[in-house]
């Protein structure tokens, strides 16, 4: 799986942190990058359609 670096302001990652381990819903940060970017991607993919640009 390729790797992607990233520039974060502190404050998003402290909130996205407050959501990361033990019983909470994202198992590490890169976990919550990656669930949150799948959700976007279906999101821009609604936007698509609905505007003719989707298959």
Not at 5 to 12: A, R, V
């Amino acid at each position: 799986m390729p790797k992607v670096s990233l520039d974060m302001p502190n404050e998003i990652l402290t909130d996205l942190k407050k959501h990361v381990g033990d019983k909470k819903k994202f198992v590490s940060v890169a976990d919550a990058v990656r669930t949150a970017c799948r959700k976007l991607l279906d999101q821009l993919d609604e936007i698509d359609i609905r505007n003719g640009r989707g298959e």
